[in-house]
């Protein structure tokens, strides 16, 4: 499928606009007004690919979503070893790299209905990830899922508010013991 350049510029401006407005603006301050000025786009042109502030903002949650399952779901699994170090390592390097807008969706209180979002489409891809690999029960892929998400973002909002101030090793350790001692008896 090809996509006209000028979507895709459009899409651009929108994104970078949205940034840099919720850095100084709370969720409900941004309007589609204040949204396309900043993006220097007709409100038309935003009318024409979105119906509203939440529908563009579900952009920002497949993008993430879709990332982070990518991530996850790269993981070599065994049938009896779950080793999350190495997609530790590379959720960590995402968010690093992603530090200013992405972390702020997952771990700001104002955005938590997108890191609901998130979490719930990250999820329901990882249940059937674990259940493919592991050949256990629905049931039990959705409860591990969750788990193992759950707990990823827990640390993480920990982390990113300062609320423990772990290096990168020691989170991973945290993480991987909190992980492996919760799956033992699912997977």
Do not use: W
């Amino acid at each position: 499928m090809v996509v006209d350049k000028r979507v895709l510029r459009t899409d651009k401006a929108l994104k970078d606009a949205f940034r840099a407005l919720s850095k100084t603006n709370s969720y409900h301050e941004i309007t589609v007004k204040k949204l396309t000025e900043k993006a220097g786009i007709n409100r038309k042109t935003f009318y024409l690919h979105y119906d509203s502030i939440d529908d563009f903002l579900d952009t920002f949650v497949n993008e993430l979503s879709d990332e982070l399952l990518k991530i996850i779901t790269e993981q070599k699994y065994t049938d009896n070893v779950f080793d999350p170090g190495e997609t530790f390592d590379a959720l960590f390097d995402f968010f690093d790299q992603s530090r200013d807008f992405y972390t702020f969706i997952l771990t700001s209180d104002e955005y938590s209905f997108m890191s609901r979002k998130v979490e719930n489409k990250v999820t329901k891809g990882f249940t059937d990830a674990i259940e493919k690999a592991f050949h256990i029960t629905h049931p039990d892929a959705l409860i591990s899922a969750n788990f193992v998400v759950r707990n990823t973002l827990m640390l993480f909002r920990l982390y990113d508010r300062g609320d423990i101030l772990f290096k990168k090793a020691e989170f991973k350790d945290c993480l991987m013991r909190l992980d492996r001692s919760g799956l033992k008896t699912f997977i």
